[in-house]
């Protein structure tokens, strides 16, 4: 299992990486869906130069070629110049020139550059990253003793059940905190300027979400015979899915905290909240004493738990 999260680990950064070294997270030079024209092409388009000038030579030049291909078209349509209007003129240069000075913008294409990263980190790390990562080694504290049939052997050692239950938790929390939030800094590394931005305000929610998920996924491990089918199913089909919808039944979710928590970040940092499009995120205290609450709570219900389940040497 732990090479399987860290194979997935390795096709995210892949991934991240190729869209840094290639159009990047702004949205200047990202392309126009079905056109091989940017955002920043597009506004230049829209100025009289371009819609009167340029654009027409452009578009002359593939006509000369034979049939011009539709995704080398300029996006907006040719306009040849008319008898000179002075109110309408000035109210359609207006209106066009928008989007151009909005591509002129930093503090707007900033913004968009770090949610657009934002929302990918939230899909790709809480998604995928952190629950496999948790899941591979909290999840499989006690379910590999359990597996090599060397469970009832400890059992029988002179030392109370909460106490090992507690031990397998702690011997496998630094590395959940490896793996876990070491790819989160490289996911965050790969993704460049928004990346590093995002690695400095989001660590605190990546470090006690790793904490929440461990302490969920020890708990498993103890109590199920197949914890690591159980955990797919809940990361899939619950986090995954009930996390990002609406209404009341995302409050069960973990990684709903930690997405409010990041959410909560980044809006510290007078980044525009409503671009990173979390759904009614709750304020960071609550984050913060739910996450906290539940990696406690679900740590000492595991202890009483395990001291009370019968546990024998068949898989």
């Not at 399987?4 to 070294?21: K, P």
């Not at 469970?151 to 938790?169: D, G, Q, S, V």
């Not at 970040?265 to 009614?280: N, R």
């Amino acid at each position: 299992m732990g090479w399987v999260a860290l194979g997935l680990l390795v096709l995210v950064l892949m991934w991240d990486a190729t869209i840094t070294m290639g159009p990047g997270w702004g949205l200047e030079n990202r392309r126009i869906r079905r056109t091989r024209v940017t955002y920043r092409e597009y506004g230049e388009q829209l100025l009289p130069n371009g819609r009167y000038n340029a654009v027409d030579r452009a578009f002359r030049g593939f006509a000369e070629k034979g049939s011009p291909n539709p995704l080398l078209r300029p996006v907006h349509p040719i306009e040849y110049p008319v008898p000179f209007d002075p109110l309408r003129d000035s109210l359609a240069s207006l209106v066009l020139s928008i989007p151009h000075a909005v591509m002129q913008s930093g503090k707007f294409l900033s913004d968009w550059s770090f949610a657009s990263f934002s929302r990918w980190l939230m899909i790709a790390y809480l998604g995928f990253v952190l629950p496999m990562f948790t899941l591979a080694y909290a999840g499989g504290a006690i379910a590999a003793d359990r597996e090599n049939r060397s469970l009832i052997w400890l059992l029988t050692r002179p030392m109370p059940r909460p106490l090992i239950y507690l031990a397998n938790f702690l011997g496998t929390l630094p590395w959940c905190l490896l793996f876990s939030a070491g790819g989160f800094a490289a996911l965050c590394l790969a993704g460049g300027e928004p990346g590093r931005i995002a690695l400095r305000l989001y660590w605190p929610a990546a470090l006690i979400g790793t904490l929440a998920f461990s302490a969920l996924f020890h708990l498993a491990g103890a109590l199920l015979r197949r914890p690591v089918i159980v955990g797919l199913v809940y990361v899939f089909f619950f986090e995954f899915l009930v996390g990002v919808l609406p209404g009341s039944l995302k409050l069960l979710s973990l990684s709903f905290y930690t997405r409010s928590l990041m959410y909560n970040g980044a809006v510290a940092a007078d980044y525009p909240g409503e671009m990173l499009e979390v759904a009614a995120p709750v304020s960071a205290t609550t984050a913060w004493t739910i996450l906290l609450a539940a990696a406690l709570g679900l740590t000492l219900l595991g202890m009483w738990l395990f001291s009370r389940v019968e546990n024998r040497d068949d898989v």
